[in-house]
């Protein structure tokens, strides 16, 4: 899937939630910039399919497609 364009990438409005999370009320508005991390993914974008992001601690793991020719990726 290609981005829409410089800032808008295709994970502009997904909301990632924790599997955890079933059914109960939640709130927003704590933000942060990821202008860095946009910048990334879309570097990463240009090769390789995102198929899933996992955060854990301070750091983050992008999961992506699996070609069945290549063998895992390690970014």
Do not use: C, Y
């Not at 009320?25 to 974008?45: C, M, P, Q, S, Y």
């Amino acid at each position: 899937m290609k981005f829409k364009g410089p800032g808008q990438s295709k994970f502009n409005h997904e909301v990632f939630w924790k599997e955890s999370f079933k059914e109960e009320k939640a709130k927003g508005g704590i933000f942060r910039r990821t202008f860095d991390l946009n910048k990334f993914l879309e570097k990463v974008e240009e090769t390789e399919e995102i198929v899933g992001l996992k955060f854990f601690g301070k750091n983050l793991e992008i999961i992506t497609r699996q070609n069945t020719n290549d063998g895992e990726l390690n970014i």
